[in-house]
């Protein structure tokens, strides 16, 4: 699929600091970490993977083709770089995925006299709850 050491390779942390509450330590400690990777010059992907990856994760990627991901769940600035990590990688293989193409089957036919039938039932149904005609 790919190599994942020449892709950590490639990636690009930067930590900040986080936001929200957290007393004294909020303000002094860089736990937030943003891992940055611009897959378009990236070695480890061939053009049809790079295409593939635009494709699925289009939303998430600047303008420059650049993806951003933020992690700021704990309070150790390592296990926030581990857990970014993670959740990179899971969503480069997730979007190198091809899904298998769908084969349409023929309806049984069975299945179809099943849903005919229920059809008329329900009809009969309906029909019995109306006034009888007198005439």
Do not use: W
Not at 16 to 45: H, P, T, W
């Amino acid at each position: 699929m790919f190599d994942k050491d020449a892709l950590l390779n490639e990636l690009t942390f930067k930590a900040v600091r986080s936001s929200g509450a957290g007393g004294q330590n909020v303000n002094k400690v860089s736990s937030k970490v943003e891992l940055i990777f611009n897959f378009l010059e990236s070695y480890v992907f061939n053009d049809e993977q790079k295409e593939r990856i635009h494709n699925k994760l289009q939303n998430r990627l600047t303008k420059e083709g650049i993806l951003i991901l933020q992690c700021d769940d704990s309070r150790s600035q390592h296990k926030n770089k581990e857990l970014a990590i993670k959740r990179f990688l899971e969503l480069i293989e997730k979007s190198l995925i091809i899904p298998k193409k769908r084969i349409a089957t023929k309806i049984p036919r069975a299945v179809i006299k099943k849903r005919l039938k229920s059809k008329r039932n329900l009809s009969d149904k309906k029909a019995n709850r109306k006034k009888p005609d007198l005439d």
